[in-house]
């Protein structure tokens, strides 16, 4: 494996796993107050958009990333409506 | 421009945008208690893995998404440490 296809993983691990703290965070606490609703339905379309391109463009790499982290944003906007 | 390359750009404007609205939020409340510090931080550091890895394969727009995201996403991190 190259650095650049390593660093690629690494850009992609980061960003799909950190919402996983956030969803551990709301679910303890029961309080979203602070997280915007408009962030968290934009970012969740927007991961549910780069799910179907990669689909479309046939790139598993992508689906995978944005596949679970449409799962986290999506408990965090479930959450977030649930708690306000 | 077909649509699979609209749908890419309609997922990276989504997704870079998204944090636009919770740095308002933040600076308005003045308040960031329910924001996850280990998301901020996991999810600034991955943006900016992002962005070189777009510099690497010379991606224009992996680099512009990213580079505008991590802006947004930093300044959330700043905020949370600040207002806690």
């Known amino acids: ?4 296809t390593a660093l690629g993983l690494v850009a992609g691990t980061l960003t799909t796993v950190a919402f ?3 969803v551990v ?3 303890k606490t029961k309080s979203a107050k602070d997280l915007s609703l408009p962030m968290l339905a934009s970012f969740t379309t927007g991961v549910a958009c780069w799910f179907f391109y990669g689909l479309w463009i ?3 790499p ?3 990333t ?3 982290t449409f799962v986290l944003a999506a408990t ?3 959450l977030k ?3 306000g």
């Not at 494996?1 to 650049?4: K, L, R, V, W």
């Open 25 to 27: 965070r709301t679910w």
């Open 58 to 60: 046939d790139s598993l």
């Open 76 to 78: 965090n906007l479930i």
């Open 66 to 68: 944005n596949g679970i």
């Open 81 to 83: 409506l649930k708690y």
């Open 20 to 22: 996983l703290p956030q």
């Open 1 to 4: 494996m190259n650095m650049t």
């Open 62 to 64: 992508i689906m995978l």
